[in-house]
Nanobody
Framework: QVELAESGGGLVQPGGSLRLACAAF????????IRWYRQVPGKERELVAG???????TYADSVKGRFAISRDYLNSIVYLQMGSLTPEDTAVYYC???????????WGQGTQVTVSS
């Protein structure tokens, strides 16, 4: 089992940048695919980006070229670097971990990102 803790959310102006962090505790970090999702009230949770244990990445079309996901194996942290932010990026961002052996899913508590002038 793994526990996840997101950090780095906050208020940022349109066009600004923010870096989110997802720290993993309690399990072998190399066994997990890590994904970032986001959700706004009244809408379904949306996949933003993902990174495999080997470092392969995927992105939603809406964030390609603006967001970058990366993985710090030493400290068991996955980062989501967000740039050129717009109000449409406002959401609660959640970190998700999926064990590649058991397929079990784990979620963090989420961190609020607000893009507003």
């Amino acid at each position: 089992q793994v526990e996840l803790a997101e950090s780095g959310g906050g208020l940022v102006q349109p066009g600004g940048s923010l870096r989110l962090a997802c720290a993993a505790f309690g399990s072998d970090f190399s066994l997990y695919v890590i994904r970032w999702y986001r959700q706004v009230p009244g809408k379904e949770r949306e996949l933003v980006a993902g990174i495999t244990p080997g470092g392969s990445t995927t992105y939603a079309d809406s964030v390609k070229g603006r967001f970058a996901i990366s993985r710090d194996y030493l400290n068991s942290i996955v980062y989501l670097q967000m740039g050129s932010l717009t109000p449409e990026d406002t959401a609660v961002y959640y970190c998700n971990a999926q064990n590649i052996r058991t397929m079990a899913l784990y979620w963090g508590q989420g961190t609020q990102v607000t893009v507003s002038s």
